[in-house]
């Protein structure tokens, strides 16, 4: 079967950083984009950011450039965001989906709470 | 940035009645670029349809897709019970958004 898997995530005082980990498996993870994407308690989904199957192209959403960096390993099978200078309004499930026209499959997401 | 504006924000329907979901993107689209989604309470999204009229593995015919241009409308023939959930277009022709998400409740 198909799956992602993600983890990392937990309770952080503003300003913190956090690495997240997405575990691939059932597929041959070097050969898919992926993506991260989030959704803060009860709002809707927003992406982050995507990185080609190499891991040589990046792209982020405009608004979060500067403080997300996306990377994988593709020995590891597996997909990472770190999150510098985390905020309260990063609050919010971080999923991991594989893909570039349609994202297919998402894992099911780890939560990242910030607060003081 | 593509903005994508679905409508209505909450559908309030009876199982075996039609769904009509649209999503209205802020500039044209390629029909090549824009997927659905649905998401149950608790759950991540699943991908529903994908370049407008693909479904995609596993996901039944009663859904189907159209659209072009700034316009397009994910239709439930006839709703099911576990259809009831949450529905979201995504644009991938400049970028990823996503739209803001329509509630199909059960009336």
């Known amino acids: 079967d198909v799956q992602l898997v993600e983890s990392g995530g937990g309770w952080v005082q503003p300003g913190g950083s956090l690495r997240l980990s997405c575990a691939a498996s059932?597929?041959?993870?070097?050969?898919?984009?992926m993506n991260w994407v989030r959704q803060a308690p009860g709002k809707g989904l927003e992406w982050i950011s995507y990185i080609t199957s190499s891991g040589r192209t990046t792209a982020y959403a405009d608004s979060l450039r500067g403080r997300f960096t996306i990377s994988r390993d593709n020995a590891k099978n597996s997909l990472y965001l770190q999150i510098h200078t985390l905020r309260a309004e990063d609050t919010a499930v971080y999923y991991c989906?594989?893909?570039?026209?349609?994202?297919?499959?998402w894992g099911q997401g780890t939560l990242v709470t910030v607060s003081s | 940035e593509i903005v994508l504006t679905q409508s209505p924000g909450t559908l309030s329907l009876s199982p075996g009645e039609r769904a009509t979901l649209s999503c209205r993107a802020s500039q044209s689209v390629s029909s090549s670029y824009l997927a659905w989604y649905q998401q149950k309470p608790g759950q991540a999204p699943r991908l529903l349809m994908y370049?407008?009229?693909n479904r995609a593995s596993g996901i039944p015919d009663r859904f189907s897709g159209s659209g072009s241009g700034t316009d397009f409308t994910l239709t439930i023939s006839r709703l099911e019970p576990e259809d009831f959930a949450v529905y979201y277009c995504q644009q991938y022709e400049s970028s990823y958004t996503f739209g803001q998400g329509t509630k199909l409740e059960i009336k």
């Open positions: 370049s407008t009229t």
């Open positions: 059932g597929f041959t993870f070097g050969s898919f984009e």
């Open positions: 989906a594989r893909g570039w026209g349609g994202f297919d499959p």
